[in-house]
């Protein structure tokens, strides 16, 4: 994906993707790409997973950190609700970014009766 963006990317100005990652959510070298190309200013996202969506927008939205922290406060209390989830998936080190912010979110009913839902956000940055 990286050098997919990196061939491509320098011929645009803005440049707009769309993810629909599987239900574990997106991989941390896409993440890392998805970043990293400064021409992508807007990415839609589309989703099966709820919490992996949260994941990952929480890494796409989130300010640079040089060093990511090992844990999380919800972490160290033993999670919400008495759950003690592992860490999101960490990025490896990588130059500073301009995050993106969440601008719209849907969510499709696309299977009645069950409790499974698409979810689309757009995310966007300058």
């Known amino acids: 994906m990286e050098s997919v ?3 491509h990317a320098p011929k645009h100005s803005h440049l707009m993707a769309v993810v629909d990652p599987p239900r574990a959510g997106l991989h941390r070298n896409v993440l890392r790409a998805l970043l990293a190309c400064k021409e992508l200013k807007r990415l839609v996202f589309v989703s099966c997973n709820p919490d992996s969506l949260v ?3 929480g890494i796409l939205c989130g300010r640079y ?3 990511w922290p090992v844990g999380t406060r919800n972490e160290r209390a033993g999670g919400r609700g008495g759950r003690n989830k592992p860490p999101p998936e960490q990025l490896p080190p990588m ?3 301009n995050p993106f912010k969440p601008t ?3 969510a499709f009913d696309l299977f009645p ?3 499974h839902v698409e979810i689309v956000m757009l995310l966007e940055r300058e």
């Open 104 to 106: 719209q979110v849907l």
């Open 5 to 7: 963006l990196e061939e």
């Open 113 to 115: 009766h069950t409790k």
């Open 55 to 57: 994941l990952n927008a």
């Open 65 to 67: 950190l040089r060093d």
């Open 95 to 97: 130059e500073p970014y």
